[in-house]
């Protein structure tokens, strides 16, 4: 099956740094999300992005399907940014499941 | 809030037992997913339906069961718990089948004592 990597696994930054995460992805897909987990559990969608950059906020991401892998850049980081990270990919020509990273965790300092 | 919805949150229960874990999708979705979070896993995709049938199947437990009722809310049952089915499931859902957004729901915590 298709493999998700994404790095780097732990991360800790002070209040205010920008940091970017990275998934690679081992197979064609036609679906991307981007999903934050905070310390409570729920998984938060954040980007639904196949391909291409989108912004929302201090955060934005880029997918380069053609080179499949996907990058989440968080700007001016927040307390409340910390959590788990996880890029989720579905395969083309598949179901509609998606398949997770192993995540990264943010720790952002104040 | 995604709009999907999960009953109960929180779930205590003994080994041998067995449980149902309910899920409404987002309005107008037809696709249904359900996932096993859990420390040593991961996030794992168990089974999904869409518009009732079943379209796809990941590492689901014979234990476990699931169904879409025809309005399109879904059930999960584990049976025969053990301690290590302890874990938080998430519902997710989404428009069609496959190539678009899927949201998913806060979850329900299952802890099996």
């Known amino acids: 099956g298709i493999q998700v990597e994404q790095s780097p696994p732990d991360l800790i930054l002070q209040e205010g740094a920008n940091s970017t995460l990275r998934c690679n992805f081992s197979?064609?897909?036609?679906?991307l999300q981007w999903f934050h987990q905070n310390p409570w559990g729920q998984l938060i969608n954040l980007f639904y992005?196949?391909?291409g950059t989108k912004q929302n906020g201090r955060l934005s991401a880029t997918t380069v399907a053609t080179e499949r892998y996907s990058l989440l850049y968080i700007s001016s980081s927040q307390t409340t940014d910390s959590g788990v990270y996880f890029c989720a990919v579905e395969r083309i020509s598949n179901t509609g499941k998606l398949i997770f990273g192993q995540g990264t965790t943010l720790q952002v300092k104040p | 809030d995604s709009g999907v919805t999960q009953t109960p949150k929180h779930l205590i229960t003994a080994t041998g037992q067995r449980v149902t874990l309910r899920c409404s999708p987002r309005s107008g979705d037809l696709s249904v997913y359900w996932y096993q979070q859990s420390l040593d896993q991961g996030l794992q995709f168990l089974i999904q339906?869409?518009?009732?049938?079943?379209?796809a199947k990941g590492n689901i437990l014979e234990r476990f069961s699931a169904q879409q009722f025809p309005d399109l809310h879904s059930e999960l049952n584990l049976s025969s718990l053990e301690l290590g089915d302890s874990a938080l499931y998430f519902c997710?859902?989404?428009?069609?089948?496959?190539?678009?957004?899927?949201?998913f729901g806060e979850g329900s915590w299952l802890t099996v004592v």
């Open positions: 992005i196949p391909s």
């Open positions: 197979d064609s897909v036609n679906n």
């Open positions: 997710a859902s989404s428009r069609q089948g496959s190539g678009n957004t899927i949201y």
């Open positions: 339906y869409y518009n009732g049938e079943e379209r």
